[in-house]
């Protein structure tokens, strides 16, 4: 049986992401890393704050935009440059 995750911001309930363990959702150092299609959201916003990761080159972080205006800072982030070469993360 495959093993399942699903991921909610605790404060508004809200499902960031739902899918299998993975290729589609990865723990890898702490964190997931989330395929596109098992975001369940599409409150996330790019707020154009870059970062350089050792393994992924290039990315951008993401602010969670809540119903009543609120934004989390710095929630996610998502590769603006991936490398090829580890597409698994």
């Known amino acids: 049986m ?17 899918g299998p363990l993975g290729w589609s959702i990865t723990p890898f150092e702490g964190n997931f890393y989330i395929a596109g299609k098992y975001l369940k959201t599409d409150r996330f916003r ?7 990761c050792i393994y992924k080159f290039v ?6 935009k809540l119903d009543h205006g ?9 590769y603006w440059l991936p490398n090829p070469l580890l597409p698994f993360i």
């Open 2 to 18: 495959m093993k399942s995750v699903k991921i909610i911001h605790r404060a508004s309930g809200v499902v960031l992401a739902d």
């Open 46 to 52: 790019v707020n154009f704050v870059p970062g350089l």
């Open 59 to 64: 990315y951008v972080w993401m602010d969670l």
């Open 70 to 78: 609120e934004r989390i800072r710095n929630l996610g982030w998502m």
